[in-house]
């Protein structure tokens, strides 16, 4: 790794590094955040960890079919469909129970 | 070092620099605004690796529906639910927040051991700028359920939020029958942004 990065290419294991330091900031987020919209923002970091992954693997192993592109297009497409779900969600909830607090949102509990 | 590729390094670790500021800012910073339009940052970021990888249509299709749909959509859930509140403290927060921290860390290092340790076989030379019409074929022959699909989950997707977020406002009567009208109702209704200027 070291020795293509020094020759001035860059590695595949620097994109996976890179996908794997999002991905935990994004699992930190999900799990500390007290307003409900960074939560959400949180899984939009990392869905996009995720795609960095997708994404490098299909330019490195798969050059020629790609595939990985294809389900990067595939991860956005899905990642747009619950941003919009889970935010009216949050609008009910906040009309509800008027906070974005997380901690508040205890109706499943027991 | 050829020019072009220590340019391709210097705009990978930019790029990194910049996707790892940004996700940092926005999950620790305390105002919501500025963590969103950092997100928006990221997106923008990600979407120039993407182009250093050789995939412009991806790239085009992140900055479209990431910055262009996802991002003004969690800007306007935050217009719409901006209420400044003061959070009730938990105990045991900072205890909560380190174990979460360690349990992050520990998850990176296990990611980080198998990145490095992993004999990666590197493939045949990527097709670059055929990767559109490589998709194109993908997308219309063995992708071609999955792309029927997800169009049925958008359909799906949209008009569960539209029923998710609309406001329930009857618009008839239930004892007389009649039509109601519908400003009335809303003013009657205790206000959902309450304004706490004056007060």
Known sequence: MLTELLSGSVPLQAYLLLAAVLFCMGVWGLINSRNAVRVLMSIELMLNAVNINLMSFSSYVDGQLIRGQVFSVFVITVAAAEAAVGLAILLSLYRNRVTVDMERFNLLRW | ?199
Request: proline letters at 4%.
């Open chain 2, 1 to 199: 070092m050829t020019i072009a590729a220590s340019t391709q390094l210097i705009c990978f670790f930019a790029l990194s620099a910049v996707i790892v500021l940004g996700a940092l800012g926005v999950v620790l910073l305390s105002n919501i605004v500025y963590s969103a339009f950092l997100l928006g940052g990221v997106f923008l970021a990600v979407a120039g690796l993407y182009l250093l990888l050789n995939a412009s249509f991806v790239a085009a299709a992140q900055v479209l529906v990431y910055v262009g749909a996802v991002n003004v959509l969690i800007l306007f859930a935050i217009m719409l639910v901006n209420k400044k509140e003061d959070l009730a403290p938990i105990p045991g927060l900072p205890v909560r927040r380190l174990l979460s921290g360690g349990v992050c860390a520990g998850l990176f290092l296990l990611l980080t051991r198998v990145v490095v340790t992993t004999p990666w076989v590197s493939g045949p030379t990527p097709i670059g700028e055929d990767a559109t019409v490589r998709i194109g074929e993908h997308l219309f022959t063995d992708y071609l359920l999955p792309f029927e699909l997800a169009s049925v989950l958008l359909l799906m997707a949209m008009i569960g939020a539209i029923v998710l977020a609309r406001r329930e406002v009857q618009s008839v009567d239930l004892v007389t029958g009649e039509e109601v009208d519908q400003g009335l109702i809303e003013k009657s209704r205790t206000p959902l942004l309450v304004d706490q200027s004056r007060g």
